[in-house]
């Protein structure tokens, strides 16, 4: 038996014992975290396998917050993805191995939100984020980067060491002034933009973190503009909304850090064999090109608007 397949036998039983039974595990997705649909109930089951693998105290930290943040957003009227109303929120111990019950969304297709609509939800979660009342991580998403900056620092390729530098140049200006950073969902991408019955939802909040002004505005955008190039609908939108000089600086300052952020941490998550490895090497190839061609259009934008 293997390792999922074991793994896979103990999410079940620990369900049996809340009542849910004669279950068909479907399988979601195997990234960091492995998702199952418990057909046929309303219910997914979210096992955080590496992160618990890595340090199952924290692990359980991190879900448990997870759960608390998204009762607080569904409290300020953002549409999010809430844990499961059939069982207990909390974290699970499944063998060493921490999961949460998650509501399951049928699939459902949705025409992908305008850059208009992609601003007004990352503003409200933005404001809402504001008055989560736990103490978050300062760094708490970026410091997994730094971490993953360390273990490629001896790699040969180098394209990766010219990323490093970068980084570490971007690692240095994010810690001057640690009171310039604001409560974020940490990893607002458009994956984790979930099409549901009722609209575009928010998912997967293990990464809220005091990050600098823009980033989720950034996380939205920066893979979309990356490999979609700098007429990207919703990139273009936003660049024309900004009036302000420094906003705008700071808006690219995030898609900066953010990119760097994606592109090293897909490539350490990779080679290590947990992730998609031809989609962290096509970053790789993009990003040195883009991030001098975002600093032009970045800086041209600027002179316009000043």
Known sequence: MSNKSKLL?????????????????????????????????????????ILSE????????ILDREL???????SKGIPVLLPSNHTDARPYDVGGTWMTYWNYLPPVQLHPPTPSEVLGLINRLSVAMMDFADELPVLG??????????????HSDQRIQTLLKMFVSVDEQMRVEPHWLVPCHGDAHARNLLPSPEG?????????????????????????????????????????HFDNSSDLK???FAITARILMSTLGNLDFALAGHGDLEFAIRQLELTEDFLGQLD???????????
Not at 20 to 38: A, K, M, Q, R, V
Not at 202 to 225: C, G, H, I, K, Q
């Open 9 to 49: 036998s103990k999410v079940l039983s620990t369900a049996e014992e809340i009542g849910l039974t004669d279950i068909i595990p479907i399988e979601l997705s195997d990234g960091g975290n492995l998702i199952i649909h418990l057909a046929p109930y309303p219910i997914v089951a979210r096992i955080v396998t």
């Open 54 to 61: 890595e340090n199952a105290d924290f692990a359980y930290m």
């Open 68 to 74: 608390r943040v998204a009762h607080h957003l569904q």
């Open 141 to 154: 998403v970026w410091e997994k980067t730094c971490r993953s900056a360390v273990r490629l620092r001896n």
């Open 200 to 240: 575009w939802i928010w998912t997967d909040f293990e990464d809220v973190s005091l990050m600098p002004a823009y980033w989720d505005l950034a996380s939205f955008v920066s893979n979309l503009v990356l490999f979609n190039g700098f007429e990207e609908p919703t990139f273009s939108y936003l660049l024309e």
């Open 250 to 252: 700071a808006f690219g």
């Open 296 to 306: 032009l259009i970045i800086g041209d934008r600027q002179e316009r608007i000043s």
